[in-house]
Structures are given as structure tokens and as C-alpha cells.
């Protein structure tokens, strides 16, 4: 009994000085119930053994500990050097300067979201957006939702409730998350019709599943893999001529999606919007928080009618986009007004476009820091060539030659232990593992400060 009673009470606890101290930070409430949870544990180590005035002198660490470890956030920033720009579970897209200046003034700010300033009257929030998207794509009208996924629903239902859409078998793709094609065609209502085979569809495949009960052509970009060798599939203007032949629409998914050429970046050539629109598709799909490097969003630019059409949709509000993101794509869809200067204004775009000269001098300006830094832990660091890629599904079998930081240390475990314990760091470090090795792709480094005083939080070994 003895043990039990070293231990302070609640009302002891809070008025010590660590006491009050803990509850102007956390509160009164935290304490209390953190407190708790340490003497309950704290009886159960005495009834096991354990000395009750050594484990009282503990509670006050014990707690601050306890506190702390719970104050801090799950959603925090990561050094990525994973050699994915665009890493889905690492929130995709850096946002540029002026995105994030618009998103907090956003926060900050009342604003005319739908608001008219001209008459007073009530406006549409995506107008915000639409004419830039109108202008930057040469479509006629346009809107915006919570993400790709989304527009593509919203599209579907509008126009295939209850009816078909037509899509070839090798197109029938899965977004990540497991989230496929035709199970969001099932949820909009859509019966799906598939055509030709899994890497040869034709035109008169599509013509052949024509009929009373079609509601729309869907073709999809296949941004997240590639079927090569003995293939076919019917180009976007063939496709258009039949789809307005049979009086239907046709709904051309970009995916990923891109307003300028990707080739100025030395990546491989993809369809852009404008071009899609050029070709004939009554609607074109595309993210926001991808290629385009913008916030997370679904577009959906088109015909005009069809636009307005799919506005009506008792789905668009459920979906729709709030201020801060809706701030945040206008700022960054205002900077593709000025290509010349995108790839440093537009983080992804500079991060595509980072030479791999300046990689590899950054590389060989940190191996040794970062070694004098693990040496302690029983690590080696050598420079190495290695591949970034693009990620988020674009550009799926596209690599960016890169330069890393090679890892290794003795015991096979020895990459997995590293890669944990640069995970467990206040800032954690995101890297991967490969051949034996943990590997740090520098391309997403920004600064190698960043990097250093991270790496020396690590603990002692």
C-alpha cells in the first residue's frame, strides 16, 4: 500500500508547478485524462513489482511525454525523396506561391464566392474558374469539382442514367485506391458496354454497339499503364465523327491531364486538353492536383449545353469545390497565362524539370554530411545514379533520369531499420528501399539544409 501511496493525486498533480505549467499548455481536461492513463499504469507496475516512490518521482515526465507525443498532428509535412514528384499518399501536387497566398487569404477573408460584385446579386463559384479554363483550353464552357473521379461520375450520370455508355475492354482501367471504371459507371447508373478487345478496339466496334439505349461514347486515357505491341484503338477525331453520327456524346477522361506539352520538360509527349478539345470531344475530364500541379479537383470542359446540363445535376452540390481550393486553382490557373515562366513557378513543373546536373551536385555535396551524420548508426553513404518518376498514375513507364544518396549498413535489415527510424523523426524522412539498400532520390530536395537538420535529430545509437 505503500507504493499506491507516493502516487500524487489528480488534484496534487494540477496544482504542482508541472502541473499548472502542462495545463496552460494542453488544458485542464488533456491533463486530467492523460494523467489517468499514467497512474493506472503506474498502479499496475507496482502491483507487479515495481517501486511505487521511484515510479511517483516518473509522473510528471511520464505525462509531459504522453502530452506531447499526442499534441503532435498525423497530417504533417515530409521530406519526399521517395523519387516520386507527385506521390499520391504525400498529398500529390506542391501548391505555387501565389496558389497558397490566395488559398490563405481565403481563410482569412470573407469573399465573393457567390457573390456578384457587378449587380449585388447572386453569382456561380465556378466562375472564378471558368473563364480561365474557357481561355487556357478553347472549350466553350466549363465547371469544377472535388476531384477526377468525381467528374467523371457527375459526366456519366448526367448523361447515361439508365442508359449506355460505350467504352473499349482496354480502357476499363482502376484509379488508385482500387477505385475502377466500371464500378463508378455501376454507381452513376450507367450500363456499361464494352467493345473490342483488351489491346485492339476498331471503329466499327464501336459503331456495332450503337444503338436506341446509348447515352454516350466514353473514351479514356490510360495515364496509369500501357499495353504495347500488337495493339489498335480508334484516334479521339474518328471517335468524335461517331459519336455525333449516332447524335451522342462523347466524354474523352484525360485523367492525369495537361494544359501545355510535356515534352518541353523532356518527358514524353501527352494529349493535352486543348488538344482533346480540338479533336472533337464534347467533354474532356482532367485532375487539378496532378500534371497540372494545382489543388485537388475534377474539371469538366466542353459544349456549352452539356456544361449547363451537367450544372443541373442534383449530384453537382454534393461535390462542388469550397473557397480555399477554389482560390487555390485560380491563382495556379492564372500562371499558365505566362508558359515562358511556368517551370519555376509551378513547384511540379520545376521538380519535372530539375536538371539532373544540379541533382548531382547537391548529391555530392551532402554524401559526406549525411555519412558524418550516420556513421554513429553504423551507415554508409555513396552517390548513385537513379530513376525519379512522374507518379500519381501519369506517365506510368516514364522515368526522369535522377541522382540519389545510397544507404546501406551491415545486417539485410539493416535498409528497413534506417527507413523507420527516418520516419519516427519530427520531420519525417521518405525515402525507398532498393537492391539492398535505402535510397534518397534528391530530385524533390529543395534545400540541403532541409535535409541536414533533420538527419541531426536523429537519436544517439
Do not use: W
Not at 515495481?50 to 509531459?64: F, Q, S, T, Y
Not at 497540372?292 to 475534377?298: K, P, T
Not at 526522369?400 to 523507420?420: M, Y
Amino acid at each position: 500500500m505503500e507504493g499506491f501511496r507516493a502516487l500524487p493525486s489528480i488534484d496534487r498533480f494540477l496544482q504542482s508547478d508541472p502541473g499548472r505549467a502542462l495545463a496552460e499548455v494542453h488544458g485542464r481536461a488533456r491533463v486530467v485524462s492523460t494523467l489517468r492513463t499514467e497512474l493506472s499504469r503506474a498502479r499496475g507496475e507496482i502491483r507487479a513489482g515495481g517501486d511505487g516512490v521511484a515510479l511517483a518521482r516518473e509522473i510528471d515526465g511520464r505525462v509531459a511525454a504522453a502530452l506531447a507525443a499526442g499534441a503532435v498532428p498525423g497530417l504533417r509535412p515530409v521530406l519526399n525523396l521517395s523519387g516520386t514528384v507527385l506521390h499520391t499518399n504525400l498529398g500529390r501536387a506542391l501548391l505555387a506561391d501565389e496558389a497558397i497566398a490566395a488559398a490563405c487569404a481565403a481563410m482569412a477573408h470573407p469573399l465573393a464566392l457567390e457573390f456578384d460584385l457587378d449587380d449585388g446579386g447572386r453569382g456561380r463559384r465556378d466562375d472564378h474558374v471558368a473563364g480561365l479554363l474557357r481561355e487556357l483550353t478553347g472549350a466553350e464552357d466549363a465547371l469544377v469539382v472535388n476531384n477526377n473521379a468525381a467528374a467523371v461520375l457527375l459526366a456519366l450520370n448526367t448523361f447515361g442514367q439508365g442508359r449506355e455508355a460505350v467504352v473499349s475492354r482496354g480502357e476499363l482501367i482502376e484509379i488508385g485506391g482500387a477505385f475502377r471504371m466500371p464500378e463508378i459507371m455501376e454507381r452513376a447508373g450507367t450500363r456499361l458496354v464494352e467493345v473490342g478487345t483488351t489491346n485492339r478496339t476498331h471503329a466499327r466496334d464501336y459503331q456495332a454497339a450503337l444503338g436506341p439505349d446509348t447515352g454516350l461514347l466514353l473514351k479514356v486515357h490510360t495515364s496509369n499503364y500501357r499495353i504495347e505491341g500488337f495493339t489498335a484503338d480508334v484516334p479521339a477525331p474518328e471517335l468524335a465523327a461517331i459519336a455525333r453520327g449516332a447524335g451522342v456524346p462523347l466524354l474523352n477522361d484525360l485523367g492525369s491531364g495537361s494544359l501545355l506539352d510535356l515534352s518541353a520538360f523532356g518527358l514524353r509527349r501527352e494529349p493535352t486538353v486543348r488538344e482533346a478539345v480540338a479533336e472533337g470531344a464534347d467533354l474532356v475530364t482532367f485532375s487539378g492536383d496532378k500534371l497540372l500541379g494545382g489543388a485537388q479537383a475534377g474539371f469538366i470542359v466542353g459544349r456549352r449545353a452539356l456544361v449547363e446540363a451537367i450544372d443541373r445535376n442534383p449530384l453537382r452540390r454534393a461535390l462542388r469545390l469550397d473557397k480555399i481550393r477554389l482560390a487555390a486553382l485560380e491563382a495556379t490557373l492564372r500562371l499558365y497565362r505566362d508558359p515562358d515562366r511556368l517551370a519555376q513557378r509551378v513547384p511540379t513543373l520545376r521538380l519535372l524539370a530539375r536538371p539532373r546536373d544540379d541533382i548531382a551536385a547537391q548529391a555530392a555535396r551532402l554524401a559526406p554530411q549525411v555519412e558524418a551524420l550516420l556513421s554513429a548508426h553504423g551507415y554508409t553513404v555513396a552517390v548513385c545514379d537513379c530513376d525519379s518518376q512522374v507518379g500519381s498514375g501519369a506517365l506510368p513507364v516514364d522515368t526522369i533520369a535522377s541522382t540519389g544518396l545510397r544507404i546501406t549498413g551491415a545486417g539485410g535489415d539493416a535498409p528497413d531499420r534506417l527507413a523507420a527510424c527516418l520516419r519516427a523523426l519530427p520531420v519525417p524522412v521518405i525515402g525507398r528501399i532498393r537492391d539492398g539498400a535505402l535510397l534518397l532520390d534528391l530530385r524533390c530536395l529543395d534545400d540541403d539544409e532541409s535535409l541536414l537538420s533533420t538527419l541531426a535529430e536523429l537519436p544517439a545509437p
